[in-house]
Each structure stands twice: as C-alpha cells, then as structure tokens.
C-alpha cells in the first residue's frame, strides 16, 4: 500500500467528469468511516478503562483528541484539496487513517492509545472534506441535491450506527481482543476504499490559492484553546490552566475575523472568506447546524453513559438501544427528499419539533421506569427521536450547501464539517461534563441528571425548529 504524494496544482485535467453512483458510494464509504469512529469509542471507553487502566483523563482524551484534531485540521484539509486535488487528498487521508485506525487497535497503552486517536483525527480531516467538495464540483441541479442528501443521511446513519456497531463488536469479543476491533474492522474498510478510490473522478479549484498560515494559526489557535478546557476541565478539576485557555478562545476567534477581513480585501483567498460565510443558505445553515449537532452529540454521549452505567446495560444492550433510531433515521433519510421538494424548509421545523417530542419522551420514561427502563421501553422514544433527527440533518446539508459555486466548494463544505465536527465536540464537553457532575450520587444521580440534560435539549429543538423556518427555501 503506498501514500499518494502531492504534486503541482498544474498537473490536474481541465475539466472534471461526472459523478458516477460508484464514485458517490465510494466517497460516502470515506465520510462514514470518521464519524463512526468518532461515536463508537462512547459504548467502548468503561471496557477501554478495565484493560489498560486508564484515568479518568486518558479516557476523556481518547475523545476529546480525535475531536480536537479533526475540528482543527478539517477547513485546512478542504483547502488542500481544492489546491492538490481532492482525489488525491480523499486518498491520503484513507490510508493515513486506516494506518492510524491499526495503531489504535494495537495500542499497548493508554497513552499510545492517545497519540493514535490524535493522528487518526487529523487523518480524517484531509479525507472529509474532499467528499462535499467533490459533490459540489462534479454534479448540479437536482443531481446535486440528490448527493448531499445522502451526505446528510449517511453522516447521520454513521453518527447513530457508531454507537451500535461498537456495542456488537464489543460483546462479541472476538479472540478475546476486547475493545480492539472497533478500530481493526477499519483497516479492510479502508482497503476497500482505496481500491474503489479509482472511481472518483480528480477536481482542484481552478484558481487555487496560497495557504492562508494566519488564519489556519488562528483557527486552529482558537478551536483548541476552547474544546481543550471544556474538554478536560471536569476531570483535572478546573486548575487556572483551563480558564486562562478559555479567556484566550474569543480573542484568537475576534482575531481571525479581522484577519479574514484584511486577507480579502487584500484580493487574496482567505481560509474562511466572509463574502462566501455571508451567502444566507451558507450563514443560516451554519446557525442552525452548530445548536443542532451540540445537541446530537451530547445525546449520544449521555445515552450512552446512561444506559450503561446507570441502568447497566452491557455493550451489546447499549449499542441495541439505539437500533430503533437508526432504523427511523433512514426511513426519515429516504424519504426526506419527497417531502423537501413538496414542503421546503419546513422539514426543518417539522423534524425539530418530531426530534424535541422523541427527547422528551425518553426524558419522561427514565423518570417514571427508572431504575427499570429495559431496551424495549426506551424504543419509542428512540425512534421518534431518530425520525426527526433524520429529517433534520439531511435537510440542513442540502440546503446549507445548495447554493455554494464550484470553486468554493472545499471552503463551504470544510466551513459545514468544521461546525459540525467542533458542535459535537462542544456537546460532549458542556452539556456532558453538566451530566457527569449532576450524576454523581451526592449532586443529583443518573436519572435526575439525565432528565436535566434531556430538558435542555426539548429546549435546543424548540429552538432550531422556530429558527429553522428562516432558511432559504431550497426548492
């Protein structure tokens, strides 16, 4: 197996062929693998911390730096791209994940462990945004709309299933490796990928622009000095440390506005240019996705606790409690296209109000069943809080990204990844860390903590779902 390397941006053919059905599977394989990753090690980290005995840090990291790393990397990925070839960046990316993916699985330590999740996120940000741009370059019209609707049902499908495929594997212990095949079982994968990666047709910007090192610097500066302390702050116990990171994160985010500014008045291409962030579909979307995936990523990660340390399940009983979820997640995904092309943004709304009803259901049983919720009395809940879920992202992928031109399509879609990537981490680290606090014994417990975080989120619904009807219509 060996790594593509760069070469000169002149070297790319002049035009970019069509998007075959092959060359979309493929890309759509690629996108699944680093979201699955980033929500199967939730089911696998009380197993994790039994075999290698790890801290309560080491397991907050074995997250928080895969997070980390691919909010950070993910726009410069998409401007590599656009500048390199996005074929050739899609398949660096897979093999320096599928490599990392083998590391994590062998790691012999917690630590190792670490390092390994950290190259595996920055592998998956030199391959992730090469899939949205070569949608957006390689196909139009209602072709277009097609393709990023199955964008947004995969990387839903992906976020859920992560969750369940890391419950089976687990529970299957095959040849007593534990937690390790949640990682191996993507290096056949990855494999697979690379030999379809022939099918995707190659696409660059056909101006492509010079690095923007500042505003990669501030980014990057910015993401991590936020998702670090909000990260690791519960478990380290909020030494000074966390909080002068903290104060740092909105000066170094006020900084790259104002560079951004400059770099585009100065006719250059910034990393995040603000005449492409202002186009409304890109502005609003961007609102809407970033409470919206906050949301989404808290919820697995409380479920996930929840349902294995307060209501003990084991790893196969947590990962099969979220089968009805993903069942309805792509029943919503089929058919949301239908009901886009009738309805509009309204599906928005609509899937806001089905995802908060689903969220509170599942608020009311753990209250009244507690400490007897079994699989099958969480079900409803999951499934309607599933169906709307897939309503929702499908949608908001569409539309968000419907209207970006071809020769900005790393910057719209790094733009949307980096969102969603950095507002699942946020989720984890604020409304999870709020959880993990109110659940200790002497605060509230589980099931009190669990509904106080489930009523934050019927919140967060309400409030996507009222917003949501000021997105452009997409029809």
Do not use: H
């Amino acid at each position: 197996m060996t790594t593509p390397t760069l070469r000169s941006p002149t070297s790319a053919p002049a035009g970019p062929a069509s998007l075959t059905a092959a060359g979309l599977i493929t890309l759509l394989l690629g996108a699944a693998l680093p979201i699955v990753d980033f929500f199967i090690v939730n089911v696998a980290l009380p197993t994790i911390d039994r075999t290698l005995n790890a801290s309560a840090t080491m397991l907050e990291l074995v997250v928080a730096g895969y997070g980390i790393a691919y909010g950070v990397m993910l726009v410069l990925g998409g401007r590599l791209g656009d500048t390199y070839g996005r074929k050739r960046l899609f398949k660096i990316g897979l093999v320096a994940f599928t490599l990392t993916s083998l590391a994590c699985g062998l790691a012999p330590t917690a630590g190792v462990l670490v390092g390994a999740r950290i190259a595996q996120g920055a592998a998956a940000a030199m391959m992730l945004p090469q899939v949205l741009s070569t949608i957006q370059a390689t196909t139009t019209g209602d072709r277009r709309s097609r393709a990023l609707g199955m964008y947004g049902a995969n990387g839903g499908m992906a976020m859920v299933l992560g969750q369940l495929l890391g419950g089976v594997l687990i529970a299957a212990d095959i040849a007593g490796t534990s937690w390790r095949p949640i990682f191996l079982v993507n290096v056949p994968i990855g494999l697979l990928g690379l030999a379809m990666a022939r099918r995707v047709p190659e696409t660059r910007s056909p101006n492509p622009a010079t690095l923007d090192l500042p505003g990669t610097a501030l980014l990057g500066a910015g993401l991590f000095t936020l998702l670090v302390p909000l990260t690791e702050g519960r478990a380290v116990g909020w030494p000074l440390w966390t909080w002068l990171l903290l104060a740092a994160s909105p000066i170094l985010f006020a900084a790259l506005v104002v560079v951004e500014r400059r770099v585009e008045r100065a006719g250059r291409v910034a990393l995040l240019p603000p005449s492409v962030l202002r186009m409304p579909s890109i502005k609003r979307g961007l609102l809407l996705c970033g409470p919206f995936f906050m949301g989404f990523g808290a919820y697995m990660f409380v479920a996930a606790v929840t349902f294995q340390d307060g209501l003990r399940y084991g790893p196969f009983a947590a990962g099969l409690a979220v089968a009805p979820m993903a069942v309805t997640f792509l029943v919503a995904s089929l058919v949301s296209s239908r009901l886009v092309a009738r309805y509009g943004r309204s599906v928005v709304t609509v899937g806001a109000a089905i995802q908060g009803t689903g969220v509170f259901l599942a608020m009311v049983t753990v209250l009244v069943a507690w400490p007897d919720v079994t699989v099958l009395t969480i079900a409803p809940a999951m499934a309607v809080t599933g169906f709307g879920q897939g309503l929702m992202v499908t949608t908001l992928f569409r539309v968000t990204l419907s209207k970006v031109p071809a020769e900005s399509a790393g910057v719209g879609s790094g733009s949307l990844v980096t969102v969603q990537q950095a507002s699942l981490a946020l989720g984890v680290a604020t409304l999870g860390s709020l959880f993990l606090w109110l659940s200790e014994p002497d605060v509230l417990g589980m099931r009190n903590a669990f509904a106080i975080v489930m009523a934050v989120q019927v919140v967060i619904a309400a409030a996507v779902s009222l917003f949501g009807r000021r997105l452009p219509d997409p029809r």
